[in-house]
């Protein structure tokens, strides 16, 4: 009777362990909602995205949950408003490189194997991204450029849905860290051109 007890109290615990492990790899978009805009004397705002997307080793840009470039097109929209006063020129937004990549700790592991099984992996994101005030005739007014890299290595001894969450994590961290030096610069190099913040 006491054994029966103590086996039905060790799987509840059990259940219950793992059912609170899982709710920390809980995966959130990234999101700009709670982000106060920046206005700028501006027409108009533009995102150009010069980075195209490589879908080969060691590129997994296509496998997670936002990539990068989608980050900062949604990054923009919520942080850069374009207000004419003066100026007829635009804003435009350039992403130059927005990649994310794994890369194999051991030579002999392919990057497929990170989604699939338990090999561990170093990760790496860049962004490379140009801001430019244009007056009318597309000429340079002001620009900042950010350069921002982040790197991380996954053991191989985590779940694939702990490896998700982290990358996901990873790309919130990058672009907090984006973010502040974007506004800083732009604080900095158009703040005659700030309209308000």
Not at 28 to 39: A, C, G, M, R
Not at 82 to 111: D, F, M, Q, R
Not at 138 to 148: A, D, G, L, P, Q
Not at 157 to 170: G, T, V
């Amino acid at each position: 009777m006491f054994n029966n007890r103590y086996i039905i109290i060790i799987l509840f615990v059990s259940l219950l362990c793992s059912c609170v492990s899982q709710k920390n790899y809980l995966i959130k978009d990234i999101n700009f909602i709670e982000y106060e805009s920046l206005t700028i004397d501006a027409s108009r705002l533009i995102v150009v995205q010069k980075y195209n997307t490589n879908f080969s080793e060691p590129y997994i840009d296509h496998l997670v949950k936002q990539d990068l470039v989608s980050l900062v097109n949604y990054w923009s929209i919520a942080r850069l408003n374009a207000e004419s006063i003066n100026n007829t020129g635009n804003l435009k937004v350039t992403i130059n490189e927005a990649s994310i990549k794994a890369l194999p700790v051991e030579e002999n592991n392919k990057i497929e194997e990170l989604f699939i099984s338990n090999a561990a992996s170093n990760i790496e994101m860049n962004l490379d991204v140009t801001i430019d005030l244009l007056d009318q005739n597309n000429e340079r007014i002001s620009y900042v450029n950010i350069k921002v890299f982040k790197s991380q290595e996954l053991t191989g001894n985590i779940s694939l849905l702990e490896k998700d969450y982290r990358i996901q994590e990873m790309s919130r961290s990058i672009m907090m860290d984006f973010d502040s030096l974007a506004i800083n610069k732009l604080k900095e190099v158009f703040k005659k051109r700030i309209l308000s913040n």
